[in-house]
């Protein structure tokens, strides 16, 4: 079974930028996590999906968003880029609840000049 | 005070000792607690889930929670060389990261 894909893997924008970074869950998961981790900060939840809606949101403002399609698959966009962005952004997949045991993707690695 | 909270170490052990890895949390009302690995360039992976207190054992791993004191523990048996990773603890449903522990198991 084809495990957690993540594209792009590495990304390069500009400060006021937006990016939308892609995830495709393991084949029969409904749940969609995303994580942002940073040397400084470590690893911070972001939000979760499930069936299209999303479950729970951790503490980001609002230029960061997600959504997720009928067939699982998650974006995660980012508006008006700012120079902390700078990350690596994991998506994690679960069959049900993020809660569950997760299978995280190799991340994208953003980097905002 | 950080939500969760790990000794960042490094830890670092003999091969075939006992590697003791802690983590405290501040919020009363978690119910669910994870522990995670994480080798360098790789994604985490989870080791062990744990909701109710006392110990739970998989293979070396051994988790203990204690609700009362609001932590978590994870113990590593005959530890190995390839046990050498950052171990990530994670609180409640909304999956609360400490900054991890780094361990590292000289052979």
């Known amino acids: 079974k084809a495990g957690v894909t993540q594209t792009p893997r590495y990304l390069i924008k500009t400060r006021g930028q937006q990016v939308t970074l892609s995830c495709s869950p393991i084949s029969g998961h409904r749940s969609v996590s995303w994580y942002q981790q940073t040397p400084g900060q470590g690893l911070q939840f972001l939000f979760e999906y499930f069936s299209e809606t999303q479950r729970n949101k951790g503490n980001f403002p609002g230029r960061f968003s997600g959504r997720q399609f009928s067939n699982s698959r998650s974006e995660m966009n980012v508006s008006t880029l700012e120079l902390g962005d700078s990350a690596l952004y994991l998506c994690?997949?679960?069959?049900?609840?993020?809660?569950?045991?997760?299978?995280f993707g190799p991340g994208t690695r953003l980097l905002v000049l | 005070q950080k939500e969760v909270e790990q000794n960042s170490g490094p830890l670092s052990v003999p091969e075939g000792a006992i590697a003791s890895l802690n983590c405290t949390y501040s919020d009363r009302v978690s119910q669910s607690f994870f522990w995670y690995r994480q080798y360098s360039g790789k994604s985490p992976e989870l080791i062990m889930s744990?909701?109710?207190?006392g110990d739970k054992e998989d293979g070396r791993f051994t988790a203990q929670l204690n609700k009362a004191s609001q932590y978590v523990s994870l113990l590593i048996r005959d530890s190995q060389p390839s046990d050498s990773a950052t171990y990530l603890c994670?609180?409640?449903?909304?999956?609360?990261f400490g900054a991890g522990t780094r361990l590292t198991v000289k052979p």
């Open positions: 994690a997949s679960s069959l049900a609840r993020a809660q569950e045991t997760q299978y």
């Open positions: 744990i909701y109710s207190n």
């Open positions: 994670a609180v409640g449903k909304d999956m609360r």
